[in-house]
């Protein structure tokens, strides 16, 4: 019997607020009030937040946790294993291994994900019977997992650009490409989503499209969700000025590829001019702070793409963590590193960041806890070590995932206790990781 009442102890209405009833039909909220709790709601205890988006996600990446670390090396050492690890999933793997890194995700409070997939085909390229069998394994991951998701399906061309030009696709990278943007366009309109799932588009670089192949890019991309990761290492800046004599940010504006439904994930090493256009054009800033962090990849100039016009939005990446309070957080620490100062970013934009601005860039209406959104509702526990004694109002500055309580996606409950419908996610995760890594 699908709930309509849920009471919450403490709801996140943009602010604190004590004794909220949230009335619900057909999974989305149709009112929200102050009141003691009725007979028949559900009671949430401790402070309820709306549901989390993770607005950039490469599922896979799941098995490189902990496994990086043991001589040091640098982002481009870091993407050999990562490219060694997508040789070996297959769309049986991919599915397994994505269904719990999903439900990790629910676990921790993330209603919502968006999957930048750029890994398409058999090893060295061919197809599949069905061309989206991989896209289409991450929709059912999901759907099984409880989770939104906004499939990014990720044109890739080419192997990367130097101060030479642009290099082939090799080895790995030979299961990212189609060939051309038409018949990455071709595949691409195959795609189905569902309820649960929408389906957008992704620029994987500047360094993995070729400067001509953007605008017809840009055509695809009109009026969908459309991700690009942007100017991560400085590398990727300065083959970009050799061979283009502008900014990764600069050649993607006179493509059109930037306005209100472009999210630009990383947004490291801009430019005064590069951050400037970024907010001028309304486009979405996503950052990735722990991945950041574990990459070496720098710290972005969030408030000032803040101030700019460019909103922020967070992502977990490579899942080197998946918590979307640390995540949270780890912007306005890494704000406060930067330049010396703290409260740049109050924790309040912190919680919008990580919540409706990233359902925005995503496409989707959600992210509040306010009549005519979804039913997606994140329990925190108040009482436990880390959360005890916390300013209501500063939750997101203390909580962590494993305070996570209850997860309820479209008003149904999928964590109670902070265990997930399917059961033991962890050990299931270690297995399926270590039979990725054996084969
Ligand atoms: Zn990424």
């Known amino acids: 019997v699908p709930l309509t009442t849920f009471w919450c102890e403490r709801a996140w209405l943009g602010r604190a607020v004590s004794n909220v009833l949230v009335t619900v039909a057909d999974g989305m909220i149709t009112d929200v009030r102050e009141s003691d709790p009725t007979p028949t709601a559900y009671r949430l205890h401790g402070m309820v937040f709306p549901g989390f988006a993770n607005t950039h996600s490469h599922a896979f990446h799941r098995a490189l946790r902990g496994r990086t670390h043991a001589d040091g090396g640098t982002f481009w050492t870091w993407r050999q294993a990562m490219y060694a690890l997508a040789g070996r999933l297959d769309p049986d793997t991919y599915f397994r291994l994505a269904r719990l890194a999903y439900a990790e995700m629910v676990s921790s409070g993330y209603t919502c994900v968006g999957e930048f997939h750029y890994l398409h085909h058999a090893p060295g390229g061919a197809p599949y019977t069905d061309p989206n069998a991989m896209g289409h394994a991450l929709v059912e991951a999901a759907r099984t997992a409880g989770i939104r998701i906004t499939l990014l399906d990720t044109c890739y061309l080419a192997g990367g650009l130097t101060a030479a030009g642009y290099q082939p696709l090799a080895g790995p990278q030979l299961r990212f490409g189609d060939g051309d943007v038409e018949h990455w366009h071709r595949r691409v309109s195959g795609l189905h989503g569902g309820d649960h799932a929408k389906i957008g588009v992704a620029l994987h670089s500047v360094r993995a499209v070729p400067a001509d192949a953007l605008p017809g890019f840009a055509d695809v991309a009109r009026d969908r969700p459309t991700h690009v990761h942007l100017s991560e290492q400085p590398e990727e800046n300065e083959a970009c000025q050799a061979v283009h004599h502008r900014s990764p940010t600069e050649l993607l504006r006179s493509a059109g590829i930037l306005g209100p439904g472009t999210t630009a994930v990383h947004a490291t090493h801009l430019s005064d001019m590069d951050i400037e256009i970024l907010g001028g054009t309304r486009t979405t800033a996503c950052f990735c702070p722990t991945t950041e962090a574990d990459l070496a990849d720098g710290i972005g100039p969030a408030r000032e793409l803040a101030d700019a016009g460019a909103a922020p939005a967070l992502g977990s990446d490579q899942h ?102 399917i059961g033991t996610v962890g050990r299931e995760l270690a297995h399926v990781i270590e039979e990725l890594w054996r084969t």
């Not at 860039?361 to 005890?388: C, K």
């Not at 996570?404 to 409950?413: A, I, K, L, Q």
């Open 320 to 421: 080197a963590v998946v918590d979307p309070f640390v995540e949270a957080r780890a912007l306005e620490h890494g704000e406060r590193l930067r330049t010396g100062q703290r409260g740049r970013f109050s924790p309040a934009e912190l919680v919008t960041a990580a919540t409706s601005a990233g359902h925005r860039a995503l496409g989707w209406h959600a992210g509040e806890i306010a009549a005519g959104q979804p039913a997606d509702l994140v329990a925190v526990r108040t009482d436990t070590a880390r959360t005890a004694g916390s300013a209501a109002d500063q939750l997101v500055m203390s909580a962590t995932a494993s305070d996570v309580d209850t997860v309820v996606v479209g008003g149904r409950v999928v964590v109670r206790e902070g265990t997930h419908d």
